[in-house]
Protein backbone atom coordinates (compact mmCIF):
# COMPACT_ATOMS: atom_id res chain seq x y z
CA UNK A 1 0.00 0.00 0.00
CA UNK A 2 0.89 3.76 -0.15
CA UNK A 3 0.40 6.51 2.38
CA UNK A 4 -2.53 7.75 0.42
CA UNK A 5 -4.14 4.43 0.51
CA UNK A 6 -4.12 5.38 4.37
CA UNK A 7 -5.62 8.51 4.37
CA UNK A 8 -9.02 7.96 5.71
CA UNK A 9 -6.68 5.75 8.94
CA UNK A 10 -5.08 9.18 9.44
CA UNK A 11 -7.88 11.62 9.16
CA UNK A 12 -10.06 9.03 11.33
CA UNK A 13 -7.70 10.64 14.12
CA UNK A 14 -9.78 12.52 16.47
CA UNK A 15 -6.59 13.41 18.73
CA UNK A 16 -7.85 11.26 21.95
CA UNK A 17 -4.12 10.47 22.47
CA UNK A 18 -5.06 6.85 23.84
CA UNK A 19 -1.73 5.71 21.95
CA UNK A 20 0.18 7.13 24.41
CA UNK A 21 -1.37 5.23 27.27
CA UNK A 22 -2.11 2.28 28.73
CA UNK A 23 -6.01 1.32 29.05
CA UNK A 24 -7.51 2.37 32.23
CA UNK A 25 -7.87 -0.99 33.65
CA UNK A 26 -4.20 -1.94 32.67
CA UNK A 27 -2.50 0.74 34.62
CA UNK A 28 -0.97 -0.77 38.34
CA UNK A 29 0.20 2.63 39.41
CA UNK A 30 1.03 6.14 38.34
CA UNK A 31 4.56 5.98 37.09
CA UNK A 32 4.26 3.72 34.69
CA UNK A 33 1.11 4.85 32.59
CA UNK A 34 3.19 5.78 29.36
CA UNK A 35 3.35 3.32 26.32
CA UNK A 36 5.21 5.39 23.51
CA UNK A 37 8.12 5.82 24.93
CA UNK A 38 8.85 9.05 22.18
CA UNK A 39 6.05 11.08 23.18
CA UNK A 40 7.23 9.83 27.14
CA UNK A 41 10.53 11.34 25.93
CA UNK A 42 9.61 14.45 23.67
CA UNK A 43 6.59 15.19 25.51
CA UNK A 44 4.92 16.69 22.40
CA UNK A 45 1.92 16.08 20.50
CA UNK A 46 3.93 15.27 17.05
CA UNK A 47 6.32 12.86 18.87
CA UNK A 48 3.26 10.27 19.12
CA UNK A 49 1.38 8.15 16.79
CA UNK A 50 -1.57 10.77 16.48
CA UNK A 51 0.59 13.24 15.72
CA UNK A 52 2.53 11.36 13.18
CA UNK A 53 -1.41 10.75 12.13
CA UNK A 54 -1.54 14.47 11.11
CA UNK A 55 1.98 14.87 9.91
CA UNK A 56 1.06 12.09 7.36
CA UNK A 57 -2.10 14.03 5.98
CA UNK A 58 -0.20 17.44 6.20
CA UNK A 59 2.58 15.69 3.81
CA UNK A 60 -0.35 14.25 1.33
CA UNK A 61 -1.45 17.62 1.29
CA UNK A 62 1.90 19.68 0.46
CA UNK A 63 1.32 21.29 3.49
CA UNK A 64 4.15 20.12 5.12
CA UNK A 65 7.53 18.55 3.42
CA UNK A 66 10.57 16.91 4.75
CA UNK A 67 12.28 19.21 6.45
CA UNK A 68 15.16 18.71 9.09
CA UNK A 69 12.61 18.78 12.43
CA UNK A 70 9.60 16.82 10.30
CA UNK A 71 12.75 14.04 9.78
CA UNK A 72 14.08 14.31 13.38
CA UNK A 73 10.41 13.46 14.94
CA UNK A 74 9.95 10.84 12.32
CA UNK A 75 12.93 9.47 12.81
CA UNK A 76 13.03 9.38 16.75
CA UNK A 77 10.14 6.39 16.66
CA UNK A 78 10.83 2.77 17.87
CA UNK A 79 8.47 1.67 15.21
CA UNK A 80 7.31 -0.24 18.65
CA UNK A 81 3.60 -0.39 17.43
CA UNK A 82 2.24 0.35 21.30
CA UNK A 83 0.75 3.13 19.87
CA UNK A 84 -1.15 0.77 17.04
CA UNK A 85 -2.36 -0.99 20.11
CA UNK A 86 -2.90 1.22 22.59
CA UNK A 87 -5.37 2.98 20.00
CA UNK A 88 -7.19 -0.49 18.97
CA UNK A 89 -7.97 -0.65 22.15
CA UNK A 90 -11.44 1.48 20.86
CA UNK A 91 -10.97 2.82 17.30
CA UNK A 92 -10.62 0.45 14.21
CA UNK A 93 -7.76 2.45 12.50
CA UNK A 94 -4.10 1.85 11.53
CA UNK A 95 -1.91 3.65 13.20
CA UNK A 96 2.03 1.53 12.92
CA UNK A 97 1.07 0.97 8.78
CA UNK A 98 0.79 4.47 7.98
CA UNK A 99 3.88 5.47 10.25
CA UNK A 100 5.93 2.87 8.00
CA UNK A 101 4.91 4.77 4.91
CA UNK A 102 5.43 8.20 5.96
CA UNK A 103 9.43 6.82 6.43
CA UNK A 104 9.00 4.71 2.81
CA UNK A 105 7.99 7.81 1.20
CA UNK A 106 10.70 9.52 2.80
CA UNK A 107 13.25 7.42 1.66
CA UNK A 108 12.23 7.58 -2.05
CA UNK A 109 11.86 11.13 -2.00
CA UNK A 110 15.61 11.01 -1.21
CA UNK A 111 14.87 12.12 2.26
CA UNK A 112 17.41 9.86 4.80
CA UNK A 113 19.84 9.89 7.34
CA UNK A 114 23.74 9.65 6.97
CA UNK A 115 23.75 6.72 9.85
CA UNK A 116 20.80 4.71 8.51
CA UNK A 117 22.66 5.09 5.03
CA UNK A 118 25.64 2.83 6.14
CA UNK A 119 23.75 0.98 8.09
CA UNK A 120 21.47 -0.02 4.74
CA UNK A 121 24.59 0.28 2.00
CA UNK A 122 26.10 -1.98 4.75
CA UNK A 123 23.19 -4.36 3.93
CA UNK A 124 23.52 -4.22 0.15
CA UNK A 125 27.31 -4.68 -0.14
CA UNK A 126 27.21 -7.62 2.83
CA UNK A 127 24.25 -8.46 3.20
CA UNK A 128 23.70 -7.94 6.63
CA UNK A 129 22.08 -4.98 9.16
CA UNK A 130 25.72 -5.82 11.66
CA UNK A 131 28.72 -4.45 10.45
CA UNK A 132 30.86 -8.11 9.44
CA UNK A 133 32.42 -9.93 6.82
CA UNK A 134 29.95 -12.25 5.39
CA UNK A 135 31.96 -14.96 4.61
CA UNK A 136 32.19 -15.35 8.88
CA UNK A 137 28.73 -15.15 9.35
CA UNK A 138 28.62 -18.52 10.39
CA UNK A 139 32.18 -18.75 12.07
CA UNK A 140 29.54 -18.68 15.40
CA UNK A 141 29.05 -22.44 14.48
CA UNK A 142 32.88 -23.61 13.83
CA UNK A 143 33.50 -27.13 14.81
CA UNK A 144 29.64 -27.78 15.89
CA UNK A 145 29.19 -29.98 12.93
CA UNK A 146 25.75 -28.45 12.36
CA UNK A 147 24.14 -29.24 8.67
CA UNK A 148 23.31 -26.56 6.18
CA UNK A 149 19.91 -26.48 4.92
CA UNK A 150 20.93 -25.00 1.21
CA UNK A 151 22.65 -28.69 0.87
CA UNK A 152 21.49 -31.18 3.55
CA UNK A 153 17.87 -32.26 3.90
CA UNK A 154 16.16 -31.20 6.89
CA UNK A 155 13.00 -30.80 8.56
CA UNK A 156 13.82 -27.30 10.20
CA UNK A 157 15.65 -24.72 9.53
CA UNK A 158 17.42 -22.04 12.37
CA UNK A 159 17.83 -18.90 11.11
CA UNK A 160 20.06 -16.87 13.62
CA UNK A 161 19.99 -13.08 12.09
CA UNK A 162 22.33 -10.85 12.00
CA UNK A 163 22.72 -9.89 15.76
CA UNK A 164 23.50 -12.82 16.84
CA UNK A 165 26.02 -14.17 13.96
CA UNK A 166 27.87 -11.02 14.12
CA UNK A 167 27.94 -9.75 17.88
CA UNK A 168 30.69 -12.27 19.69
CA UNK A 169 28.91 -11.77 22.77
CA UNK A 170 25.68 -13.19 21.27
CA UNK A 171 27.27 -16.65 19.78
CA UNK A 172 26.25 -18.03 23.14
CA UNK A 173 22.91 -18.02 22.21
CA UNK A 174 23.28 -19.55 19.07
CA UNK A 175 25.49 -21.85 20.02
CA UNK A 176 23.17 -22.86 22.77
CA UNK A 177 19.88 -22.70 20.76
CA UNK A 178 22.04 -25.48 18.33
CA UNK A 179 22.96 -27.46 21.31
CA UNK A 180 18.66 -27.69 22.82
CA UNK A 181 17.64 -28.58 19.64
CA UNK A 182 20.50 -31.65 18.93
CA UNK A 183 19.07 -32.81 22.56
CA UNK A 184 16.12 -32.96 21.49
CA UNK A 185 16.98 -34.62 18.58
CA UNK A 186 15.40 -31.76 15.71
CA UNK A 187 16.65 -32.46 12.13
CA UNK A 188 17.64 -29.13 11.70
CA UNK A 189 20.34 -27.14 9.55
CA UNK A 190 21.61 -23.36 9.22
CA UNK A 191 23.00 -21.24 6.07
CA UNK A 192 25.90 -20.40 7.83
CA UNK A 193 28.06 -18.10 6.04
CA UNK A 194 25.01 -18.30 2.69
CA UNK A 195 22.12 -17.02 5.39
CA UNK A 196 20.69 -13.81 4.27
CA UNK A 197 19.66 -11.01 6.12
CA UNK A 198 15.83 -11.44 6.60
CA UNK A 199 15.02 -7.02 5.71
CA UNK A 200 12.75 -6.54 8.36
CA UNK A 201 14.79 -3.89 10.29
CA UNK A 202 15.32 -2.28 6.56
CA UNK A 203 11.60 -2.07 5.81
CA UNK A 204 10.90 -0.58 9.73
CA UNK A 205 13.67 2.48 8.27
CA UNK A 206 11.64 2.98 5.25
CA UNK A 207 13.76 0.89 2.77
CA UNK A 208 11.20 -1.27 1.24
CA UNK A 209 12.61 -2.11 -2.16
CA UNK A 210 15.93 -3.39 0.06
CA UNK A 211 13.36 -5.43 1.95
CA UNK A 212 11.97 -6.92 -0.85
CA UNK A 213 15.00 -8.09 -2.13
CA UNK A 214 16.09 -10.17 0.95
CA UNK A 215 12.50 -10.89 0.98
CA UNK A 216 12.46 -12.85 -1.95
CA UNK A 217 16.07 -14.46 -2.01
CA UNK A 218 15.45 -15.81 1.13
CA UNK A 219 12.09 -17.53 0.35
CA UNK A 220 13.75 -18.88 -3.00
CA UNK A 221 16.52 -20.35 -1.02
CA UNK A 222 13.97 -21.70 1.58
CA UNK A 223 11.74 -23.09 -1.25
CA UNK A 224 14.63 -24.43 -2.75
CA UNK A 225 15.77 -26.90 0.31
CA UNK A 226 12.39 -27.96 0.79
CA UNK A 227 11.90 -27.13 4.81
CA UNK A 228 8.70 -26.52 6.16
CA UNK A 229 9.43 -24.71 9.10
CA UNK A 230 11.87 -21.96 9.78
CA UNK A 231 12.85 -21.43 13.80
CA UNK A 232 14.76 -17.97 14.88
CA UNK A 233 15.64 -16.38 18.29
CA UNK A 234 15.11 -13.03 16.97
CA UNK A 235 12.02 -11.11 17.06
CA UNK A 236 12.89 -8.91 14.51
CA UNK A 237 13.48 -11.54 12.26
CA UNK A 238 10.25 -13.88 13.40
CA UNK A 239 8.31 -10.57 12.60
CA UNK A 240 9.73 -10.01 9.45
CA UNK A 241 9.04 -13.82 8.45
CA UNK A 242 6.07 -14.33 10.30
CA UNK A 243 4.31 -11.24 9.35
CA UNK A 244 5.92 -9.28 6.85
CA UNK A 245 6.50 -11.79 4.46
CA UNK A 246 2.86 -13.35 4.89
CA UNK A 247 1.68 -9.41 4.20
CA UNK A 248 3.54 -9.29 0.91
CA UNK A 249 2.93 -12.59 -0.19
CA UNK A 250 5.82 -14.86 0.11
CA UNK A 251 5.51 -16.58 2.92
CA UNK A 252 3.02 -19.12 1.59
CA UNK A 253 2.89 -22.61 3.63
CA UNK A 254 6.44 -21.97 5.55
CA UNK A 255 5.86 -22.56 9.45
CA UNK A 256 7.82 -19.51 11.24
CA UNK A 257 8.35 -20.29 15.21
CA UNK A 258 10.11 -18.27 17.41
CA UNK A 259 12.45 -20.93 19.38
CA UNK A 260 10.44 -20.06 22.75
CA UNK A 261 6.92 -21.37 20.97
CA UNK A 262 9.64 -24.53 19.62
CA UNK A 263 11.10 -24.86 23.21
CA UNK A 264 7.65 -24.95 24.62
CA UNK A 265 6.38 -27.24 22.01
CA UNK A 266 9.58 -29.52 23.09
CA UNK A 267 8.97 -29.46 26.58
CA UNK A 268 5.39 -30.53 26.65
CA UNK A 269 6.55 -33.23 24.22
CA UNK A 270 8.66 -34.66 26.97
CA UNK A 271 12.08 -34.39 24.68
CA UNK A 272 13.45 -31.98 26.21
CA UNK A 273 14.28 -32.58 30.05
CA UNK A 274 14.38 -29.83 32.51
CA UNK A 275 16.54 -31.32 35.50
CA UNK A 276 18.50 -29.16 36.92
CA UNK A 277 17.32 -25.88 39.39
CA UNK A 278 18.07 -22.60 38.60
CA UNK A 279 17.63 -20.90 41.40
CA UNK A 280 16.74 -17.28 39.98
CA UNK A 281 14.01 -14.47 40.63
CA UNK A 282 13.30 -13.91 36.72
CA UNK A 283 11.04 -10.73 35.21
CA UNK A 284 9.86 -11.48 31.72
CA UNK A 285 10.18 -8.50 29.25
CA UNK A 286 8.09 -8.76 25.98
CA UNK A 287 10.07 -7.72 22.34
CA UNK A 288 7.70 -5.68 20.15
CA UNK A 289 8.02 -7.77 17.28
CA UNK A 290 7.37 -11.44 19.34
CA UNK A 291 4.43 -9.24 21.43
CA UNK A 292 2.07 -7.18 19.64
CA UNK A 293 3.76 -7.05 16.38
CA UNK A 294 4.04 -10.82 16.18
CA UNK A 295 0.11 -11.10 16.16
CA UNK A 296 -0.70 -13.15 12.57
CA UNK A 297 -0.91 -11.07 9.26
CA UNK A 298 -4.86 -11.18 8.68
CA UNK A 299 -5.62 -10.67 4.78
CA UNK A 300 -8.82 -8.73 3.98
CA UNK A 301 -10.35 -8.51 0.49
CA UNK A 302 -13.41 -6.18 0.20
CA UNK A 303 -15.35 -2.95 -0.08
CA UNK A 304 -14.65 0.25 1.90
CA UNK A 305 -18.20 2.07 2.35
CA UNK A 306 -18.52 5.70 3.11
CA UNK A 307 -20.98 7.03 5.28
CA UNK A 308 -21.52 8.56 7.74
CA UNK A 309 -19.28 6.29 9.75
CA UNK A 310 -16.68 4.12 7.24
CA UNK A 311 -17.46 0.64 7.24
CA UNK A 312 -16.23 -2.36 5.66
CA UNK A 313 -17.91 -5.34 3.66
CA UNK A 314 -16.63 -8.02 4.89
CA UNK A 315 -16.10 -6.74 7.86
CA UNK A 316 -12.45 -6.24 8.53
CA UNK A 317 -10.42 -8.04 11.50
CA UNK A 318 -7.71 -5.58 12.98
CA UNK A 319 -4.25 -6.97 14.21
CA UNK A 320 -4.57 -5.35 18.11
CA UNK A 321 -1.42 -7.22 19.45
CA UNK A 322 -3.89 -9.67 21.56
CA UNK A 323 -2.93 -12.61 19.64
CA UNK A 324 0.89 -12.01 19.71
CA UNK A 325 3.43 -14.38 21.24
CA UNK A 326 3.35 -13.91 24.99
CA UNK A 327 2.48 -17.56 26.67
CA UNK A 328 5.15 -19.67 25.16
CA UNK A 329 8.36 -17.68 26.42
CA UNK A 330 6.41 -17.55 30.40
CA UNK A 331 5.69 -21.47 29.47
CA UNK A 332 9.14 -22.03 29.32
CA UNK A 333 10.21 -19.75 32.24
CA UNK A 334 7.93 -21.73 34.22
CA UNK A 335 9.20 -25.14 33.41
CA UNK A 336 12.51 -24.07 34.91
CA UNK A 337 12.71 -25.57 38.39
CA UNK A 338 13.68 -22.84 40.67
CA UNK A 339 12.73 -19.68 38.56
CA UNK A 340 10.37 -17.41 40.49
CA UNK A 341 8.75 -15.51 38.06
CA UNK A 342 7.17 -11.79 38.51
CA UNK A 343 5.90 -9.29 35.98
CA UNK A 344 6.49 -5.80 35.91
CA UNK A 345 3.39 -3.83 35.05
CA UNK A 346 3.54 -3.17 31.39
CA UNK A 347 3.45 -6.63 29.78
CA UNK A 348 2.42 -8.25 26.48
CA UNK A 349 0.81 -5.66 24.40
CA UNK A 350 1.60 -2.84 26.09
CA UNK A 351 5.08 -3.73 26.84
CA UNK A 352 7.54 -1.19 26.91
CA UNK A 353 10.20 -0.88 24.17
CA UNK A 354 13.70 -1.65 25.05
CA UNK A 355 14.83 0.69 22.56
CA UNK A 356 16.79 -1.16 19.99
CA UNK A 357 14.17 -0.70 17.39
CA UNK A 358 13.42 1.48 14.32
CA UNK A 359 16.75 2.64 13.48
CA UNK A 360 17.05 4.70 16.66
CA UNK A 361 20.12 3.42 17.93
CA UNK A 362 21.78 4.74 14.57
CA UNK A 363 20.00 8.21 14.40
CA UNK A 364 19.47 9.01 18.34
CA UNK A 365 21.57 6.53 20.56
CA UNK A 366 20.85 9.11 23.56
CA UNK A 367 17.07 8.51 23.30
CA UNK A 368 17.81 4.44 22.48
CA UNK A 369 19.87 4.07 25.49
CA UNK A 370 17.13 6.19 28.00
CA UNK A 371 14.36 3.99 26.47
CA UNK A 372 16.37 0.82 28.02
CA UNK A 373 17.06 2.30 31.03
CA UNK A 374 13.26 2.89 31.66
CA UNK A 375 12.74 -0.71 30.98
CA UNK A 376 15.84 -1.80 33.33
CA UNK A 377 14.16 0.74 36.01
CA UNK A 378 11.03 -0.75 36.07
CA UNK A 379 12.44 -4.65 35.81
CA UNK A 380 14.42 -3.55 39.38
CA UNK A 381 11.25 -2.37 40.91
CA UNK A 382 9.74 -5.64 40.39
CA UNK A 383 11.81 -7.46 43.07
CA UNK A 384 13.33 -9.42 40.09
CA UNK A 385 17.13 -10.81 40.03
CA UNK A 386 17.52 -10.86 36.50
CA UNK A 387 15.45 -10.03 33.65
CA UNK A 388 15.02 -12.34 30.41
CA UNK A 389 13.67 -11.73 27.58
CA UNK A 390 13.60 -13.67 23.79
CA UNK A 391 15.55 -11.17 21.24
CA UNK A 392 19.20 -10.52 20.80
CA UNK A 393 18.98 -6.95 20.17
CA UNK A 394 17.14 -6.86 23.02
CA UNK A 395 19.41 -8.16 25.34
CA UNK A 396 22.50 -5.96 23.88
CA UNK A 397 20.05 -2.91 24.79
CA UNK A 398 19.51 -3.87 28.19
CA UNK A 399 23.61 -5.16 28.61
CA UNK A 400 24.42 -1.55 27.60
CA UNK A 401 21.73 -0.08 29.93
CA UNK A 402 22.61 -1.95 32.91
CA UNK A 403 26.34 -1.15 31.77
CA UNK A 404 26.05 2.51 31.71
CA UNK A 405 23.70 3.09 35.17
CA UNK A 406 25.53 0.91 36.92
CA UNK A 407 22.59 -1.47 37.67
CA UNK A 408 23.06 -4.99 39.29
CA UNK A 409 20.27 -6.53 37.18
CA UNK A 410 21.79 -9.33 35.48
CA UNK A 411 20.62 -10.10 31.81
CA UNK A 412 19.70 -13.35 29.87
CA UNK A 413 17.83 -14.61 26.70
CA UNK A 414 15.66 -17.18 27.36
CA UNK A 415 17.66 -20.09 25.86
CA UNK A 416 20.99 -19.73 28.43
CA UNK A 417 18.63 -20.43 31.46
CA UNK A 418 16.87 -23.19 29.61
CA UNK A 419 20.16 -24.91 29.13
CA UNK A 420 21.56 -24.09 32.30
CA UNK A 421 18.49 -26.06 33.21
CA UNK A 422 18.92 -28.74 31.01
Known sequence: MSLEEYRIDMETCRRCSACKFMPFEKVTGFDRVTVCPSIARYDFHSYCGGGRMVMGTALLE????????????????????????????????????????????????????????????NLRKNGTMVPGDPAKRGDWAKDMNLKDFTQDKVDVIYHVGCQT??????????????????????????????????????????????????AEANMAAIKKSGAKVLVTGCAECYFAFKVLYD???????????????YFARLIKEGKLKLNNKVDM???????????????PYIHWEGQIIIDQVRTFDPPKERRRGTYGTYE??????????????????????YSWCCGAGGGVTYT?????????????????????EAIATACPWCVDSFNKAVAQNGSKLKVYDIVELLEKAI
Open 247 to 261: RFKLKGELEVLHTTE
Open 281 to 295: TVTYHDPCHLGRQGE
Open 364 to 384: NPEFAAWTGKERIDEAEISGA
Open 165 to 214: SFNQDMWKLAQGTARILQKAGVNFGIGGAKELCCGGRAFQMGYKEDFMKQ
Open 328 to 349: PPRDVLKSIPGIRLVEMDRIKE
Open 62 to 121: NRLDFSDKVMEIIQNCHMCGACDTSCKYSMDMEVIEPMNEIRIKAVETGHTHPEIEKVIN
